[in-house]
C-alpha cells in the first residue's frame, strides 16, 4: 500500500466515523434524548442545523476527494 492510499482510507474512514457520530447525534438531539435533546431545546434549532450541514458536508467533501483521486490516475 502506498502513501498515497494509505492516506486515502485513513481520510475515508474519519469521514466515516465523522458521518455516523453526526448522524447519531442528530437522531438522539431530535428523539430529545440526554444532554443533545437539552441542548437542541436551549438553543432554538441552531445545533440541529449545524448537525444537519456536517454530514452532509462531510460526503460532498468524500465524493469531490473520490472524483479528484479518479480524475488525477486518469480513470
Known amino acids: ?3 498515497r492510499e494509505m492516506l486515502i482510507a485513513a ?17 438522539l438531539g431530535v428523539l430529545g434524548k440526554d444532554l ?5 431545546r436551549e438553543v432554538n434549532g441552531v445545533v440541529l442545523f449545524v448537525m444537519v450541514v456536517f454530514p452532509i458536508f462531510a460526503v460532498a467533501l ?7 483521486i479518479i480524475r488525477r490516475e486518469g480513470g
Not at 36 to 40: A, N, Q, R, V
Not at 62 to 68: D, K, P, S, T, V
Open 62 to 68: 468524500l465524493i469531490a476527494l473520490g472524483l479528484w
Open 1 to 3: 500500500m502506498t502513501r
Open 11 to 27: 481520510i475515508s474512514f474519519v469521514t466515516v466515523l465523522l458521518l455516523v457520530a453526526m448522524t447519531l447525534v442528530t437522531i
Open 36 to 40: 443533545m435533546g437539552g441542548l437542541m
